[in-house]
């Protein structure tokens, strides 16, 4: 349903201008560290920007699954073209609705947009923005939201997904009268799951992000 409504959603903001687009960037120690190319998303079945490590990708997820085990990874997500002034100072800040969105995709623990995590290593005067005439700013640590409100900057965000819990090999576990016991899991299912959420991940951005255009857009007295 989720899908559904952000593909609704994401046809209404390409009207405005406003543009998404999200992709696979690590699976447990493969990162995308190539050119990201867009146009290369669908083109394999890891959805990673760049062919050579999509495909090294896709070898990891292979050898996980022959184990019987699963692996994580993160996707990022991209919005560009957003004008400014979405978002609220104080309750309903532009990145903590997006977090929200966010966090409420299963499988998902953790969420940084902006300089995100990287930011702890960094000074003030490295980490500032500094603004151009225009109202551009020459860097963007701030992920293109400040103070809880876009500024115009594109809008970039890191979402980090977790193995998937089910696994094929055994494993130990508490049954209903407390016993530790052995279990495996029977059936099918994804060694990652991290490709098969960047639909999703684009879909909860374009409902939180076109609520925020409308909000935005509403006559308040």
């Known amino acids: ?37 867009y146009n290369e998303i669908e083109n394999n079945d890891v959805r990673c920007p760049n062919a050579e490590d999509a495909a090294k990708m896709e070898a990891l997820i292979k050898e996980v699954r022959k184990a019987g085990d699963t692996i994580g990874g993160s996707i990022v997500c991209e919005i560009n073209h957003v004008p400014p002034g979405l978002g609220e100072p104080v309750f309903d800040k532009l990145h903590a609705e997006l977090g929200k969105a966010m966090l409420s995709i299963n499988a998902v623990k953790g969420f940084e947009y902006g300089s995100g995590f990287s930011c702890i290593e960094m000074k003030g ?29 594109p809008i970039n965000m890191r979402i980090a997904f977790k193995p998937v819990a ?15 016991v052995k279990m495996q899991g029977k059936g099918r299912h994804d060694p990652c799951v991290v490709p098969r959420a960047v639909p999703i991940v684009e879909a909860m951005a374009a409902i939180t992000l076109l609520d925020f255009y409308l909000r935005n857009k509403a006559v308040q007295l």
């Open 1 to 37: 349903a989720a899908v559904v409504a952000g593909a609704v959603a994401k046809q209404v903001l390409e009207v405005i201008g406003i543009d998404i687009v999200a992709y696979v960037d690590q699976v447990g120690t493969v990162k995308c560290c190539g050119e990201v190319d």
């Open 125 to 153: 005067s490295e980490h500032n923005d500094i603004f151009n005439q225009d109202g551009s700013t020459q860097s963007n640590h701030s992920g293109g939201i400040q103070g809880g409100i876009s500024n115009g900057m």
């Open 166 to 180: 089910t696994l094929i090999q055994e494993q130990e576990t508490l049954n209903r009268q407390d016993e530790i």
